[in-house]
């Protein structure tokens, strides 16, 4: 009996382990080629390099069964000046999602980490245009709950640019 147990156990445990695998990515070629599409098309405007502009930013969007783009919702965003270049790019990727089976519409989280080049030594102005640059961000945040449903997360898109 109980080597009955144990093998019904093996089993169930190999088909979850087996349909994690199967789960398909949601964007045309898989992860890497996200990663890629974003790192190029993502372009970094000149006044986010002019201040040094660094941070992260959360977006929810939702794409359809035909993997269009139809809603970007902010979530979050260490400043704003660092929304318009994610929005633009999410709307490059516009029939590049794939929706699960049977779904409409699907909703996507995707975090996006923005920073610069830097150098082997900093110098001191450097460090001043940051810190003035930190000083006077401009911060997107929620101040209520944020519905997330059956949204899937993705990886992070990190995104570096050179500074002058």
């Keep these: 009996m109980k080597k009955i147990i144990l093998v019904i156990f093996s089993v169930v445990i190999a088909f979850a382990a087996n349909a994690q695998q199967k789960l398909a990515f949601p964007f045309q070629g898989g992860k890497t080629v996200m990663q890629n599409f974003f790192r190029d098309s993502l372009k970094v405007s000149k006044d986010v390099i002019n201040k040094k502009a660094v941070g992260s930013a959360v977006f929810k969007f939702t794409a359809n069964e035909y993997g269009q783009v139809k809603k970007i919702i902010v979530y979050y965003a260490d400043d704003a000046i660092l929304v318009k270049s994610i929005i633009e790019a ?74 002058k």
């Design 90 to 163: 999410l709307q490059k990727s516009d029939r590049k999602w794939i929706i699960p089976d049977g779904e409409k519409t699907h909703d996507f989280i995707l975090p996006f980490s923005i920073n610069f080049n830097t150098s082997p030594t900093s110098s001191d102005q450097l460090n001043k245009q940051l810190f003035d640059y930190y000083s006077k961000r401009q911060p997107i945040v929620s101040f209520d709950q944020v519905p997330l449903d059956m949204a899937t997360l993705l990886p992070t898109i990190i995104v570096k640019y050179d500074i």
